[in-house]
């Protein structure tokens, strides 16, 4: 084999079901070699690594590797070591995980925002009262990060009535979207938010940002009488001591929390028993591998046919 005909597949994805992953690959693609790590006979023939959080040392051991393919869209997985081979990484781009995250999202803004955790306790309670509820079109939402997955978040928000505005690190304005740019504009975007959102991925720049100094930034005359939080990027952006600090002290008033510091979150944390606080394992936006699967082998084998591969991650942005 040479190192441009390499074409078999490997799946690494410890604590996935890689049974389900591989069939779904040979049900896209029967003709190609498809392995499962550990248990790969040739290692020269692979090609391809569809992965998450692969072993350490793994990936440089396929001499003819010619793009790894992150199972998950965020990458940090994959960034934050020096063991990966210099081929291509590409993540998951694809609207059923897109989808899933717009849901996800959309639900815990109207959690707060129609305040149903309080109504949760008046009908535990048996208790009839109304509570006040301000128009969509009164709350702002401010979503950070501005990628694939916050511009599906923003526009479905946007349809709904709410003020969306959206933060990201480059150039150029998000149609439909007001965009604040980078580190600059970041206060100015804070100040006018109600609902902070971050669809961030973990980089070097985002490690423990959502942090108080951040929270006591954003808008504290809005409608909400306070502050949101929700985050469905990586929990290594947030400070959970901070987050439980600002809702003690009213600097936050809610939170969403689908990712945390450490996965899956001590059962000591002090989030889990709080009223304010809603809190997902990781789920907000599930790889699939129905699609995803026919959606990577669609790209490998247009790759062999000589496309270019797309949503490959820039190494030294980390995402
Ligand atoms: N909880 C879940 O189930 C789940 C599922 C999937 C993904 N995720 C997370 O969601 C993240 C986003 O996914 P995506 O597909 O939307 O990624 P993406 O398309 O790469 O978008 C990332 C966005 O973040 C912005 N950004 C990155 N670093 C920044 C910085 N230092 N300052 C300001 N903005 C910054 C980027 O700015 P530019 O536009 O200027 O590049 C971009 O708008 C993933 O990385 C992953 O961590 C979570």
Known sequence: LTQTSASAIVISAEGWDTEAWSARVRAADPQRPVFVAP???????????LVWKPPAGMLATFPNLRAIFSLGAGVDHLVFRDDLPA?????????????????????????????QRAYDAQQRARR???????????IRIGIMGLGVLGR?????????????AGWRRGQGD??????????????????????LVSLLPLTAETRGLLAMPLFEKLAHDGALGGPVLINAGRGGSQV???????????????????????????AASPLWSREDTILTPHVAAWSDPAPLAEAIVTQIK????????TNTIDRAAGY
């Open 39 to 49: 248990d790969v006979p040739d290692r020269a023939a692979v090609g391809y690594a």
């Open 152 to 164: 599906d978040a923003a526009a479905v928000l946007s349809r709904l009535g709410y003020q969306v």
């Open 174 to 195: 998000v149609a439909g979207v007001r965009t604040y740019h980078g580190e600059a504009e970041l206060d100015a975007f804070l100040g006018r938010t109600d609902i």
């Open 87 to 115: 081929v291509p990484i590409v993540r998951v781009v694809n609207p059923d995980l897109t989808q899933r995250m717009t849901e996800w999202v959309t639900l815990q803004v109207l959690m707060h925002h129609r305040r």
């Open 302 to 309: 247009a790759f062999e046919a000589g496309a270019p591969l």
């Open 128 to 138: 009839w009262r109304e509570l006040e509820t301000p128009a969509a079109a009164d």
């Open 240 to 266: 959970e001591a901070d987050i439980v600090a600002a809702l003690e002290s009213r600097t936050l008033i809610g939170a969403s929390l689908d990712v945390f510091e450490q996965e899956p979150l001590d």
